[in-house]
Nanobody, 121 residues
Framework: VQLQASGGGLVQSGGSLRLSCAVS????????IGWFRQAPAKAREGVSC????????FYEDFVKGRFTISVDNAKNSVDLLMNSLKPEDTAVYYC???????????????WGQGTLVTVSS
């Protein structure tokens, strides 16, 4: 299983970005696919996750109402649309595949390489 995250960049506060996680080796419908982030000098934290053929989404409180996770079955990918971005959203964003949606980093099996999101004030 391999994951490739893309779509990061520099954006002003209040702006939007769409991240994409291309997955190979397993169908996104058969795994939980999660987005995590890690800011400088901070621990990696969960952001959002989607799981199952019904594409059930989960969001951490600090992104609810701003971020939307979705599945593109044609591309076998999971997107994260990030709106109303804030400087505190600045981090390297990673996607991961696992058996379930959980915020416990150690319980995810496969990780992408990360994509940098920088939000300027």
């Amino acid at each position: 299983v391999q994951l490739q995250a893309s779509g990061g960049g520099l954006v002003q506060s209040g702006g939007s970005l769409r991240l994409s996680c291309a997955v190979s080796g397993v169908s996104v419908d058969r795994r939980g696919i999660g987005w995590f982030r890690q800011a400088p000098a901070k621990a990696r934290e969960g952001v959002s996750c989607i799981i199952g053929r019904h594409h059930t989404p989960f969001y951490e409180d600090f992104v609810k109402g701003r971020f939307t996770i979705s599945v593109d079955n044609a591309k076998n990918s999971v997107d994260l649309l990030m709106n109303s971005l804030k400087p505190e959203d600045t981090a390297v964003y990673y996607c991961a595949a696992g058996a379930m949606c959980t915020t416990k980093v150690d319980e995810w099996f496969y990780w992408g390489q990360g994509t940098l999101v920088t939000v300027s004030s």
